[in-house]
């Protein structure tokens, strides 16, 4: 028999890789080193390891939604990313999709009252 905790685990997974991309995106509006979105996103409840932030930047900067630029003023050069104006129009988008997912999942999960029934609500 599977293991419960396991495979909410890593259903959970499969939930977070969109919901990292709208979570980046939404915090470059002004411009931020990689390394800096890392405790940002943490306080405000969205965990992401810099192992996984860094090659996310590079292809959002790839796919022209990022523009970057480094500073070589500090003792240690930092590349900070800014939301691109098509990243901005992709962001905007993306936010509108999000809300409509989020408003159809809660009418999907309201209707099926089955997981009451369950002990879920």
Same mark, same amino acid.
């Given at each position: 028999?599977?293991?419960?905790?396991?495979?909410?685990?890593?259903?959970?997974?499969?939930?977070?890789?969109?919901? $990292?991309? $709208?979570?980046?995106?939404?915090?470059?509006?002004?411009?931020?080193?990689?390394?800096?979105?890392?405790? $940002?996103?943490?306080?405000?409840?969205?965990?992401?390891?810099?192992?996984?932030?860094?090659?996310?930047?590079?292809?959002?900067?790839?796919? %022209?939604?990022?523009?970057?630029?480094?500073?070589?003023?500090?003792?240690?050069?930092?590349?900070?990313?800014?939301?691109?104006?098509?990243?901005?129009?992709?962001?905007?988008?993306?936010?509108?999709?999000?809300?409509?997912? $989020?408003?159809?999942?809660?009418?999907?999960?309201?209707?099926?009252?089955?997981? %009451?029934?369950?002990?879920?609500?």
């Amino acid at each position: 028999m599977a293991d419960l905790n396991e495979t909410i685990s890593g259903l959970l997974s499969e939930l977070r890789r969109g919901t $990292i991309v $709208i979570g980046v995106l939404s915090q470059l509006s002004e411009p931020q080193y990689g390394y800096s979105l890392v405790p $940002i996103l943490e306080e405000k409840g969205l965990s992401v390891d810099p192992g996984t932030l860094y090659p996310l930047l590079r292809r959002l900067e790839k796919q %022209e939604l990022l523009e970057s630029k480094w500073d070589t003023n500090e003792a240690r050069p930092r590349k900070y990313y800014l939301l691109s104006p098509f990243g901005r129009e992709v962001y905007a988008g993306l936010r509108l999709e999000w809300r409509k997912l $989020i408003a159809s999942m809660e009418g999907v999960m309201d209707e099926a009252k089955g997981g %009451e029934r369950n002990g879920i609500n």
